[in-house]
């Protein structure tokens, strides 16, 4: 096939949205949304999300043509973000289902009420896009900054829930994910958005010089895998001297983690996985988030078994909850505790929670119907911001629980730490798609700051990564053991950790600049 007869096929079947009314508008609209969650981990199918960005235009040309194009926008938007979040977060459900009876029956509120609100922000995305609609490649660049502001928004009201953004959709490519070292997720989601936008400039329609920006689109993004690919070619691998870390993973089924039947096994079982022989000991023990099956305050033998995993030198990181009684009601934290030498050094309380999980927003009128926190029906209480402790024998070190690690320029104390360290418990979601979804998030994070992070999952995965986000060594998905690593040096400071979102706003300028140009005349 040449090339006229491809770009006649295109034509075709790029003017099939334009032409969509009714029903069948709003039905392609989650169609196209659902296909483009197949970018994300485990599918990592990016061109998807490319074309249903395209799709997205395409539909918002032909609600801005017709009558009620604003609340047609709305509705095609929310359609569209209804069939992203119903596929690329379907594993949610499975943390109803730990405590069945308990739980279960939230399950189908849940799948309406999760995608359907997030979905919110993509309806007043595609609503703000037509107010401002304009014929030619100024509604590309309007749809990208728009939009790109939409995920930050999505990422920061009501506490913010940044998953799956644009940028993940590079999944299969860590050379393209490099990019984010200097733009960030935001930014480079921001350039995802607008070059999938651009590729409805193949529609009908559209002038060929019009076309020079999806051809443009692609030479920034092979541009971005070169330089990413050069970037690992040449990479830094050099360890911390004198740091051996050993990354505990129990694998305890969620249901029998805090079962009372089961308590002196899981401890056990955290014990023994921490003192097995190793070629050289390990000098800092890692356990994943509330690994003890109980709060360490209240059990002496656990804090004994503890000074003996520590008496020699070693450090133990984990995450643990705690209890804190001050006369009045007893307040829990998902906390962060270090020891060594068989004593505690630090600790520091989850400052970010998980909203259902741990916490109830609109906390009234939601006990009153019969909904409570899935992690836990008492709630957590929150801690104050990312911390940085001195780590005896290591570099200073910033502990991130489970959820921590999904905010860009959120994950680092003060002073800048030499490495994170992240515990979680992806058991709650699933055998798939959730774990993997939340490990390509963390490998994103290394990337954007330049910083090792050592990863402890309960049931997986956990895994080393180095400053360019690569693994280094892993323990996948339902298997019990230990992972036995050296600690990666930390990588300059990229630029993205040094400027941070001024970038992205230099973007947003920019996009916004296009957005205003002047049209010539045979475009209006």
């Known amino acids: 096939m040449n090339l006229r007869a491809t770009l006649a096929l295109a034509d075709q079947l790029f003017s099939v949205p334009l032409h969509l009314r009714g029903l069948s508008r709003f039905a392609f609209a989650m169609a196209t949304g659902a296909a483009g969650a197949l970018a994300f981990e485990p599918y990592r199918i990016f061109p998807l999300l490319l074309l249903s960005y395209a799709g997205l235009v395409l539909l918002l040309d032909g609600a801005s043509a017709g009558p009620n194009k604003l609340r047609n926008a709305f509705w095609i938007g929310w359609s569209y973000g209804f069939g992203f979040f119903l596929v690329g977060l379907y594993w949610v459900g499975y943390a109803f289902l730990v405590d069945a009876q308990e739980h279960a029956w939230q399950l189908p509120f849940v799948a309406v009420l999760l995608p359907g609100g997030l979905a919110l922000f993509f309806g007043l995305g595609a609503l703000l896009c037509v107010v401002i609609w304009r014929p030619g490649l100024q509604r590309i660049f309007a749809f990208a900054a728009i939009f790109a502001i939409i995920e930050w928004l999505r990422g920061h009201v009501l506490t913010g829930f ?6 993940y959709g590079w999944a299969a490519s860590p050379a393209v994910l490099q990019s984010a070292s200097v733009f960030g997720a935001y930014g480079l989601s921001l350039l995802t958005l607008l070059f ?5 400039a193949f529609g009908r329609g559209h002038k060929r010089r019009e076309r020079l920006l999806p051809i443009l689109m692609t030479v920034v993004f092979v541009g971005f895998w070169a330089d990413g690919e050069a970037r690992l070619a040449t990479s830094d691998n050099a360890m911390v001297p004198g740091v051996r870390l050993r990354i505990v993973q129990p694998d305890t089924p969620q249901p029998e983690k805090y079962d009372p039947r089961y308590t002196l096994r899981n401890w056990a079982r955290l014990v023994d996985l921490s003192v097995a022989p190793a070629a050289q000991p390990p000098t ?12 360490l305050e209240g059990v002496p033998a656990a804090l004994s078994d503890i000074s003996k995993i520590t008496a ?4 133990l990181m984990t995450g643990t909850v705690r209890i804190e009684q001050n006369g009045g009601a007893p307040k829990f934290y998902n906390s962060f505790a270090m020891f060594g030498a068989g004593r505690l050094l630090a600790s520091s309380d989850k400052f970010h929670l998980v909203p259902f999980g741990e916490y109830l927003p609109f906390e009234t009128t939601l006990r009153a119907i019969g909904i409570t926190e899935v992690a836990a029906n008492t709630g957590f209480s929150s801690g104050a911001g990312p911390r940085t402790f001195s780590v005896p024998g290591a570099p200073p070190v910033t502990p991130l629980i489970c959820y921590e690690i999904i905010f860009p320029r959120a994950v680092t104390g003060t002073p800048r730490p030499s490495w994170l360290v992240n515990m979680t418990d992806d058991s709650w979601f699933g055998p798939n798609a959730g774990p993997k979804q939340h490990l390509l998030i963390a490998r994103v994070r290394a990337i954007e700051e330049g910083l090792p992070i050592a990863r402890a999952a309960n049931s997986g995965i956990s895994v080393m990564i180095d400053g360019y986000g690569r693994i280094r060594s892993r323990l996948d998905l339902g298997l019990r053991g230990f992972l036995d690593s050296g600690l990666p040096v930390a990588l300059p400071i990229t630029p993205f950790a040094r400027y941070g979102n001024f970038i992205l706003l230099t973007l947003l300028v920019l996009c916004g600049g296009a957005t205003l140009w002047p049209q010539s005349r045979n475009e209006s």
């Open 162 to 167: 940044p998953w799956n953004l644009p940028a």
């Open 312 to 315: 020699r030198g070693s450090v």
């Open 196 to 200: 999938g936008g651009s590729l409805a």
């Open 284 to 295: 800092i023990i890692v356990w994943p988030e509330a690994a003890p099956p109980f709060p």
